[in-house]
């Protein structure tokens, strides 16, 4: 119809109408009638429908297409809405797990659906569950904390697998063991039919990144939503969470270039003051094992009870207590804190393409960052 419109007039689109609609019965011939001041407000909204090139053979493809437009006179509208808030999240600074989180929220109440589960995936592959909410404020079902892409036959594996698919719907939530297209049957327990899950991918054909899955009770909740739809609302939030994804990571190997640079710079010199210090103690060792074999000569060059004898004696125990074993120890242990430093300032190198996160205190994730010298070394 797209291009029906753009290389012909208004007559011969009209005249085709009637020749599709000539054989079908009364009541669908009806029906098709009604159906087209819908189809002509949407397509005069901006609304192009997706045909693929595929021909009008008879009445019922018709009645398809007019069926398909009308239902989506509200796409353009709803895309420019969706769209602008989506974008708008990119201006404001927050970590990727929170931008997704946002995004959700936009994409829940602008889907009509009633909960959403938001996963990025981890450095092993993983797919980390990192939020989650229903819109009505209840309790949440238990969701599986991490999904692994080798349940190939699931389909969001599947869409993650393909390389190219942005968002895959599913209308049967049971367990894959029950013939049915979910994790797990909790869900589907639960009263959730229908799930639409957006695949987040970078530019440059890189692996998926993120998840947003959301869930409806609604039988074929999400089928009224038009494919070129769905595919600009995945490409927004792969656009906003990407991002922040580009943006955390470019902000995490200036800091990583910068600390091995100035870090590595620090260490070096402190490497070469210990190393240096260390070298002294040798020598006030050697010194001090001399001065004590010279105290010891002294003392027997003087006679019994004499003053030169015991200030000989008191020389010698002096020297003995002067035990500089412990402040070596302590050198080697600012030698080897350099060297920790160093593997360390290392890992924050690796960190900008393969970053870890631990728990810490306050509720805060950071970068894990501890030297495993058995695996580096």
């Known amino acids: 119809m797209e291009q029906t419109v753009a290389q012909h007039s208004p007559e011969y689109i009209r005249e085709e109408i009637k020749r599709l609609l000539k054989y079908a019965p009364p009541e669908m011939r009806a029906a098709a009638i009604a159906l087209l001041p819908a189809a002509k407000r949407s397509l005069n909204t901006g609304y192009h429908p997706c045909l693929r090139g595929v021909p009008m053979r008879s009445w019922r493809c018709l009645l398809m297409l007019l069926t398909s437009v009308s239902a989506m006179q509200n796409d353009t509208e709803m895309l420019l809405r969706v769209s602008n808030d989506l974008l708008a999240i990119a201006d404001r600074m927050a970590p990727p797990g929170e931008v997704l989180r946002q995004s959700a929220e936009i994409l829940v109440h602008a889907l009509y659906a009633d909960m959403y589960v938001c996963r990025l995936r981890n450095a092993n592959g993983e797919w980390v569950a990192r939020s989650a909410n229903q819109v ?25 697998l393909e390389g190219h698919t942005r968002y ?31 695949v987040l991918r970078e530019r440059s054909n890189k692996p998926p990144f ?30 906003t969470v990407g991002r922040r994804v580009a943006v955390a990571r470019d902000t995490l190997e200036k800091a990583a270039g910068a600390m091995a640079h100035y870090g590595n710079n620090a260490l070096n010199v402190m490497r070469n003051q210990a190393e240096y210090c260390g070298e002294l103690v040798e020598d006030l060792d050697a010194n001090q094992a001399r001065s004590l074999r010279l105290a010891r000569e002294l003392l027997a060059e003087f006679p019994e009870h004499s003053r030169g004898r015991m200030l000989a004696v008191e020389l010698e125990k002096a020297l003995a207590r002067n035990d500089l074993t412990e402040l070596a120890g302590h050198l080697g242990g600012v030698l080897e804190g350099t060297r920790r430093m160093t593997r360390i300032i290392n890992s924050l190198k690796k960190s900008a393409d393969r970053p870890r996160l631990m728990h810490y205190a306050l509720g805060h994730d950071v970068l894990r960052l501890e030297d495993d010298v058995t695996r580096e070394d």
């Open 168 to 198: 895959v719907v599913s209308n049967n939530l049971q367990a894959l063991a029950m013939g049915g297209e979910s994790f797990d049957c909790i869900i589907y327990k639960e009263g959730y039919r229908s799930r639409l899950a957006f």
């Open 210 to 239: 993120g998840l947003v899955m959301l869930y409806t009770k609604r039988e074929y909740g999400f089928e009224s939503f038009d494919e070129r739809f769905l595919s600009k609302c995945a490409s927004i939030v792969s656009l």
């Open 136 to 160: 009505d404020g209840g309790s949440i079902p238990i969701v599986t904390p991490m999904l692994e892409e080798g349940l190939r036959e699931h389909p969001v594996m599947r869409a993650i």
